[in-house]
């Protein structure tokens, strides 16, 4: 063969081959700011280009704000819509002597039903058959629940009512009382009041600010009454202290705890179909704030027509500081002036080891207490009262 270069010569210098095209950063720079959108706009290029930019701000915003509306607000508002309040029964009389009364029984902020805090109390069948209220999701109006009581009273052939309120829900049973005492055929035999704040000055400090927060929120950020979202990270703040680790610089995150406390979160307030929604817990919170429960006890204890006068009842801890929600001694003081003094128709029960409004907890103090010393003196008011002349 020929002197020429052999395949094999060419191979081991050329190899591994190498392209003859230079690589320019500058060139595909310019490549690519030429497939831009407005790279041809001469008159007023820039300026143009920014404007643009800025308007994909509010269409991803409005986009945003549409899956929020339609995945989260709406499916939860149209489910609040069917929502109605009622009354379901618990548990009958404890005796024959009492079956012409009914106890119902009214749960405190952030629930929506109170049958497991009447089942936890089956000393109230001492007094009447008892039953539960479960309120209206998308808020309160204590005239409908009113008269709710008197259609079902009506049906049972029962005259004599007896309310139970554990903390707001004696706000809401003050309410629905007067509502009953003064506009209904119904006796209302007592009014329980277990760490009730009557009014905002009762409430402590710092679930107040809770409270005027939860406000605010509800009143300025469309579809606050009745988003998941806003709830989860409301709970989850509100339990920060339970996953935050404040030991470190700057504060962390402890994995465990949080996704304990979410998965919480998730099945107790989201998920659960007996929760309260935002919009009641707000129907709850302003009415405290609204400050009626003092007009509503002023009512109660002036004799309407032939009827007897309530007993009041107002359960507290002993020891103040045991309940971390209520300035006990501020209701307790209000009572007094109120419904209370000579020919005055108030019991005030001090406890020793219960807390804020927990009966399902402490159920043994809270039964030995109604058992002992709520049915008799009820008993008592009623037969003094039903001794009194009659105002004609």
């Not at 610089?249 to 979410?262: D, E, K, M, V």
């Not at 409004?357 to 003094?384: D, H, K, T």
Request: overall charge neutral; hydrophobic content about 40%.
């Amino acid at each position: 063969m020929g002197g020429g270069p052999t395949l094999d010569g060419v191979l081991s210098d050329q190899w591994p081959p190498t392209s003859v095209a230079d690589y320019d950063d500058a060139r595909r720079r310019a490549r690519l700011a030429e497939t831009r959108l407005g790279y041809g706009w001469v008159r007023w290029g820039r300026t143009r280009r920014v404007l643009l930019r800025a308007l994909l701000i509010p269409l991803l915003l409005g986009f945003v704000c549409a899956q929020y509306s339609a995945g989260d607000v709406a499916p939860e508002r149209a489910r609040l819509a069917r929502t109605e309040p009622a009354v379901l029964p618990v548990a009958p009389p404890a005796n024959p002597q009492v079956r012409n009364t009914a106890v119902f029984d009214l749960v405190g902020l952030g629930a929506l039903e109170s049958g497991g805090t009447a089942r936890a109390l089956p000393t109230l069948a001492q007094l009447g058959s008892v039953w539960s209220v479960r309120y209206d999701n998308t808020g309160i109006d204590t005239k409908v629940i009113g008269d709710l009581i008197v259609k079902v009273t009506d049906a049972a052939h029962v005259d004599n009512v007896v309310l139970v309120g554990h903390s707001m829900g004696g706000v809401i049973a003050l309410e629905i009382g007067r509502h009953l005492y003064t506009g209904s055929t119904k006796r209302l035999s007592a009014v329980v009041l277990d760490c009730t704040p009557v009014n905002l000055n009762a409430v402590r400090s710092e679930s107040r600010s809770q409270g005027e927060e939860l406000l605010r929120w509800t009143g300025w950020i469309p579809g606050a009454r009745e988003s998941r979202t806003l709830r989860l990270l409301a709970e989850m703040y509100s339990r920060r202290d339970d996953y935050v680790d404040t030991t470190t610089q700057p504060p962390g995150i402890r994995s465990p705890q949080f996704a304990r406390t979410l998965a919480d979160v998730l099945w107790q307030k989201l998920f659960n179909t007996d929760v309260a929604s935002n919009g009641l817990i707000e129907s709850q919170f302003e009415a405290i704030v609204a400050g009626g429960a003092v007009g509503d006890l002023g009512a109660l204890s002036k004799r309407v027509d032939d009827k007897p006068r309530p007993a009041i009842v107002f359960i507290r801890p002993h020891n103040p500081d045991r309940d971390p929600i209520v300035d006990d001694e501020y209701t307790h003081r209000v009572l007094v002036d109120t419904v209370g003094g000579v020919g005055g128709t108030l019991l005030v029960v001090l406890t020793r080891s219960t807390g804020h409004a927990n009966p399902i907890q402490q159920p043994g103090e809270y039964n030995a207490v109604i058992e002992q010393q709520i049915v008799p003196f009820v008993r008592l008011v009623q037969s003094e009262e039903l001794a009194l002349p009659q105002i004609r």
